[in-house]
């Protein structure tokens, strides 16, 4: 599975030193492709704890060229020709992790953070590419954190869920969540705390919403919004994954998953009776 658009969380960090193209590049990463693609034909067909050790092998074997990816982001933050290329890398990389964790039995889950870490590391010095610094694997950590605990959390209070790939997915969107009393569903988009106050402040300036609905949306912690690709369009709603409202994470997990369970079951009622206007 695959979702979801680099700078989906845009941390805030200050870089110690600016990348440059011209300098610390690799020796060549492109000869990982093809030992990457044998790795995720093998995890499609794997279960159980050989498809969560295939997964977490997967997830080293994409960190040199994400880790690529995410400096030449930064450093070309207005754009360049192979944007496109870096960001589905940053993309692919975000889902491999998403699947790698699911797939863990819970004893192995605990150290899970530091050993992919610690591996990557390793394996980055071996091909002589850089690695993400400090910060930046921490900004991941985080983000996929909450996205996890949402997907686990939603299933755990008796909704059914359905992670998306984002490498397929043009609507932004993380997750299907379906109330299965009334079948109606909501297509989530996850965020932080500060990247749903920068979604809020883009969807502000770009006209999409007022300052009003901004207002809102930052007390209720959502908003839903019609995003448009492709000649098509869905409606999206954007979560913020609140520590002060929804709890800890420990592990992936919410310690306690019922203001999850509450904060869902009000959107549903609001977007229900927003449908019925």
Same mark, same amino acid.
């Not at 979702?3 to 492109?30: A, F, I, M, N, T």
């Given at each position: ?9 845009? +941390? ?13 590049? +690799? ?36 960190? +040199?060229? #994400? ?5 030449e982001m930064d450093a070309h933050q207005g754009g360049y020709h192979n944007r496109e290329a870096r960001l589905y890398e ?6 491999t992790f998403v699947s790698a964790v699911l797939a863990q039995p819970k004893e192995r889950l605990g150290g899970f953070v ?10 980055? $010095?071996?091909?002589?590419? *850089? ?9 991941? $950590? ?6 996890? #605990? ?10 059914? $869920?359905?992670?998306?790939?984002? #490498?397929?997915? #043009? ?5 299907? *969540? ?56 869905? +409606?999206?709603?954007?979560?913020? $994954? ?26 549903? *009622? ?8």
């Amino acid at each position: 599975m695959s979702r979801r658009r680099w700078h989906h969380w845009r +941390p805030r960090w200050r870089k110690r030193r600016q990348y440059r193209s011209q300098e610390r590049l +690799p020796l060549g990463v492109d000869h990982l492709e093809r030992t990457i693609e044998e790795y995720k034909r093998r995890a499609e067909l794997a279960n159980g704890s050989d498809k969560a050790i295939l997964l977490e092998k997967l997830l080293v074997l994409q960190a +040199p060229r #994400a880790a690529l990816a995410q400096a030449e982001m930064d450093a070309h933050q207005g754009g360049y020709h192979n944007r496109e290329a870096r960001l589905y890398e940053l993309i692919d990389f975000n889902d491999t992790f998403v699947s790698a964790v699911l797939a863990q039995p819970k004893e192995r889950l605990g150290g899970f953070v530091e050993r992919v870490h610690a591996a990557m590391r390793k394996f980055c $010095v071996s091909q002589k590419t *850089i690695m993400f610094s400090d910060e930046q694997f921490e900004a991941i $950590v985080k983000g996929l954190s909450r996205e996890i #605990a949402m997907y686990l959390g939603a299933r755990q209070e008796g909704f059914e $869920v359905n992670m998306t790939s984002r #490498a397929e997915d #043009a609507f932004g969107i993380d997750m299907v *969540i379906t109330d299965l009393d009334t079948h109606r569903f909501l297509n989530v988009d996850c965020k932080t705390p500060s990247a749903f106050r920068y979604r809020l402040d883009d969807l502000e300036k770009e006209g999409r919403i007022t300052t009003e609905q901004l207002l809102k949306a930052d007390q209720d912690d959502f908003i839903t919004v019609v995003n448009r690709q492709n000649n098509g369009s869905v +409606p999206v709603t954007v979560l913020c $994954v609140r520590p002060e409202r929804l709890g800890d994470i420990v592990n992936f997990r919410f310690v306690n998953t019922r203001p999850l369970g509450e904060l869902l079951h009000y959107i549903f *009622i609001r977007a229900h009776s927003s449908s019925r206007r």
